[in-house]
């Protein structure tokens, strides 16, 4: 990247602050643009109009750093062990484990690449601009400072330019700063530290032309834009990993030191205590090492968070990255954008204003159903005159139009003067017939510099009327009377003063409408006709509504222990009128950017717990929030749907990205995309990663007890000196590998616990494994061991081959586990009833299927000869039947007086 490039990144004047005149001295050019010779060394100078691209790992690194995992590393060289036992099968079967969760990785991987391009993709990918002293249509990527830049309706900004002539112009910035509304510019100069959201005289790249025409001389490109400051942060996040990844990270690093220290241990007693030969303790070192590993966890775990994203998937919640299934489970907070999250992205007419009465509308967004209220009882619209006269009046005053299409109503227009046109229909109004009765003849078109936009119209009998609407301060002082159900009375200022503070405090957009007769035959229209003499009609209170799912949604998360809080580039009175209409807990309160900007982060952090409405913000801003509530210990999940949420969206524990109104790079940079924009399906995909991570401590649950057992047979049959060992390294293979893809498996399926979305969130800090489940797992392991040993020793009494009584060890292990099965169903809850024993299908499914398995493993021949197995007589599967329910109701047993212990505390 060009030097240059850099510092201007670096140092970027407050071009909002300069007039023009200082702007096109400072960059060098004249009002006629720049000589292309002149051009072409900026282009060199500063390199092209582009987002600077890191260099991406080489797929095969990616790939390799999917293997830089502790109990990667564990199954690798068990696998590698097997492999020099010559066990094949069983050395394939790790190995493929090990490789399934690598491809995983490996696709799941480049998740900052792909949001960095997808900002890139904003950018036009053409520019109209003077050279020479003539307009030219270039590249793009060609632009450079000092360019100037004609613009209008349609054109996407090319690069952040600093505006010096703006005709009726209004930009789309919503992806940039979050405002609900096109924003109109102009080009007087601003105060040094006004914020980004209220740059009135500068347009910026990757946005969107709505109205008007201008010309704006580039002040930055490439890097130095404001897009290109973004993505520099993106670059620069550092993603977080996830709560079970990290804890599972440490259960590892433990794990392996533990099986180590085992093994070595092991190994020493048994060479130097127990006279074994060094190979045959080498041998039964591994034994130990594969009963301890337990080889299917990864794929168990990858399984179940692969089951909860199709389960997601069908609730409209699209995940991006696997472990954020989990990571839903521990949200504590939403940080949730407003405009087209909480609320719909269409702005409504709520309130009208006449001499007579105040009015509000219901429904909501284009859909034109609603009903005309006054003081919460139902009127006819039409049999009211002066809301009538209002509603025509806003109607022929109106560029906008709306159609049925496909069963959905659509605007074409500005969003607020589409919103007129449905309070319109509303009432009844047929506006195609209005416009034709009454047809146009001139008009006066809205500009920031006067701030309204008025018609001229005529009847068929040659009557003429003049409609104004606009900013109310502005209609207003060019009004000398105001419409009543008497006639036209001399307007009473401080009345409509009053009550356009009120809608405006309500955090509404205000517009009023006034009339004035034309002259006879009056054809052409003039600002002289509009200084003084208008009527006021009334006033018009228009807002972007709430999502009525969105509230219940609040509701939902509220209930489950979850803090919402509303984070946006709007107002802070439009922020705080809606997060109280969705029922924010704390909505008397909204902090400012601006004020943001006082505080240090000890400060801030100490708000931030309290106040739930941020406006007016930036994207530093919301990334700083982001990063102060997680070092609360909170995890966050931050929703946005803008290229100014990508960072905070990067930075958060869970990105949630809006599916249809959302950017590309809002939707790179997160985890989960939802498929209808509906902020409820974010309760929902909450309640699932609940499940997720529940379903994931019940399946380590059941597979530690088996690896528990299994190591501690062997590490008896070492401590007792036995010349025979209970289980073969392969048969111990057998047995985690068969019940992991069966048994394991059968947990991820299960639905639901009672109660889920009324408990609060879980600390993301509190450990996978708790001191009652390490308890429980110490003890299933016990027993376990007592009854395979038992059963292994009594066999080898009775006078049976080792081979025969090796076969009722691993029968016996397996059918321990299908017991302990039902009661790792529910954690803490009785399983010893219907719903508890036959809940679940696949539970039963995977019996049957592990029972034909090992029917196989028993019986077949070529299995027979690979494990080393031999046939059983049915009075043998009835004695391990037998031993191996006891776990059942042992564990039920435990599971009460949890219980009631629980109770006692609660009570006491």
């Known amino acids: 990247m060009p030097q240059a490039e850099t510092s201007q990144a670096e140092e970027v004047p407050d071009w909002h602050a300069l007039e023009t005149g200082a702007v096109l001295q400072q960059l060098s050019v004249s009002e006629d643009g720049l000589q292309q010779a002149e051009a072409e060394r900026r282009l060199s100078e500063h390199g092209p109009n582009k987002l600077p691209e890191a260099k991406p790992r080489t797929p095969l690194i990616r790939f390799l750093a999917q293997f830089h995992n502790v109990l990667i590393y564990v199954l690798i060289v068990a696998g590698v062990v097997t492999a020099l036992l010559q066990h094949w099968l069983d050395a394939g079967v790790i190995f493929a484990v090990v490789l399934v969760n690598a491809i995983i990785g490996f696709v799941q991987e480049g998740k900052a690449e792909d949001a960095l391009k997808a900002i890139r993709g904003m950018l036009s990918p053409n520019a109209r601009v003077w050279r020479d002293g003539r307009l030219l249509t270039v590249d793009a990527t060609a632009v450079v400072p000092g360019d100037l830049v ?109 099986i180590l220290v085992l093994a070595a241990a092991s190994f020493a007693f048994g060479y130097l205590v127990r006279d074994y030969s060094a190979a045959e303790m080498f041998l039964a070192s591994v034994g130990l090492a594969v009963a301890a590993i337990p080889e299917g966890l990864p794929a168990i775990m990858t399984i179940t968070l692969a089951i909860g994203v199709q389960r997601m998937a069908g609730r409209n919640a699209i995940i991006r990255r696997l472990p954020a299934v989990e990571t839903l489970g521990t949200v504590g907070v939403i940080c949730s954008d407003k405009t087209g999250t909480l609320t719909r992205n269409e702005m409504t007419v709520g309130t009208i204003a006449t001499q007579a009465r105040e009015l509000r509308l219901t429904g909501a967004g284009y859909d034109p159903h609603g009903v005309f209220l006054a003081e919460d009882e139902p009127i006819d619209a039409q049999a009211d005159p002066l809301l009538t006269a209002a509603l025509r009046g806003v109607t022929l005053c109106n560029d906008a139009s709306m159609e049925l299409h496909e069963g959905e109503w659509r605007v074409h227009g500005g969003p607020m003067e589409g919103a007129l046109l449905v309070a319109a229909v509303k009432a009844g109004l047929d506006t195609e017939l209005l416009a034709k009765e009454r047809p146009r003849t001139d008009l006066i078109p809205f500009e920031s510099s006067h701030k309204f936009m008025a018609t001229l119209h005529h009847n068929h009998t040659s009557e003429s009327f003049i409609f104004v609407k606009g900013a109310p301060e502005v209609v207003l002082e060019r009004c000398a009377s105001e419409r009543t159900p008497e006639g036209d009375q001399p307007l009473d ?46 006033l018009f209170g228009l807002m972007d509504p709430p999502r009525e799912e969105a509230i219940a949604a609040v509701r939902v998360c509220q209930q489950a222990g979850i803090r919402v809080k509303m984070i946006t580039g709007d107002h802070a009175t439009t922020a705080k009128a809606i997060a109280s209409q969705i029922g924010l807990l704390s909505t008397e309160t909204a902090l400012t950017g601006r004020e943001l900007d006082t505080m240090d982060d000890a400060e801030l952090q100490r708000r931030v717990i309290e106040v739930d409405v941020y406006a007016r913000v930036t994207p530093e801003h919301k990334l700083r929030l982001v990063k102060l509530l997680q070092q609360t210990g909170t995890v966050v999940a931050m929703t946005g749907d803008g290229v100014n949420d990508a960072p905070a969206l990067k930075r958060a524990d869970v990105g949630v990205a809006m599916g249809i109104n959302g950017t590309e790079a809002a939707k790179e940079a997160s985890e989960m995309v939802l498929a209808d924009d509906n902020f409820a399906s974010i309760a929902n995909a909450v309640e699932e990663g609940r499940t997720v991570y529940d379903n994931l401590r019940k399946a380590i649950l059941f597979i530690l007890p088996t690896n528990g057992g299994e190591a501690l047979v062997v590490l008896g049959a070492i401590l007792f000196g036995f010349q025979h060992f209970p289980l073969t390294p392969v048969q111990i293979l057998w047995v985690n590998m068969i019940t992991a893809v069966t048994l394991a498996l059968a947990l991820a399926f299960e639905p639901p616990e009672p109660g889920m979305m009324s408990r609060p969130p879980r600390d993301s800090r509190q450990p996978v494994l708790s001191l009652t489940f390490l308890g429980r797992i110490g003890y299933v392991s016990l027993i376990l061991m007592i009854g395979t040993f038992g059963l292994f020793l009594l066999d080898r009494w009775q006078g049976a081959s080792i081979e025969h009584a090796r076969t009722v060890a691993v029968n016996t292990l397996v059918m321990f586990e299908i017991f302990y099965l039902f009661n790792s169903r529910y954690m803490e809850a009785p399983v010893l009833n219907l719903r508890g024993l036959f809940g679940n299908g696949y539970v039963l499914l995977a019996v049957g299927l592990l029972l034909l398995f090992q029917l196989a493993f028993t019986y077949w021949g070529p299995l027979q000869t690979l494990f080393g197995t031999a046939a059983l007589s049915a009075g043998h599967w009835l004695l391990i039947v037998l031993v191996a329910s006891s776990v059942l109701f042992i564990v039920e047993s435990e599971k009460g007086r949890v219980r009631r212990r629980r109770a006692q505390d609660a009570t006491g």
């Open 150 to 258: 004609a613009l209008q309706s349609g054109d996407k900004v090319p690069a952040d330019l600093r505006l010096l002539r703006a005709k009726g112009v209004e930009i789309e910035e919503a992806a940039l700063t979050g405002e609900s509304v096109p924003v109109e510019k102009g080009t007087a100069s601003l105060g040094v530290d006004t914020v980004l959201a209220d740059r009135r005289c500068m347009a910026y790249s990757g946005t969107l032309v709505t109205h008007g025409q201008g010309t704006g001389i580039v002040v930055a490109t490439g890097a130095g834009t404001e897009i290109g400051r973004i993505s520099a942060m993106v670059a620069e996040v550092q993603q977080l990993t996830t709560p079970l990844l990290r804890q599972m990270a440490q259960f590892g690093r433990w794990l392996t030191l533990a």
């Open 493 to 538: 200022l401080v009345a409509w003063q009053q009550r356009m503070e009120t809608m405006a405090a309500a955090g509404q957009r205000v517009l009023a409408v006034a009339v004035k007769p034309g002259q006879p035959h009056q054809s052409d229209l003039d600002f002289k006709d509009v200084e003084q003499g208008l009527t006021l009609l009334g």
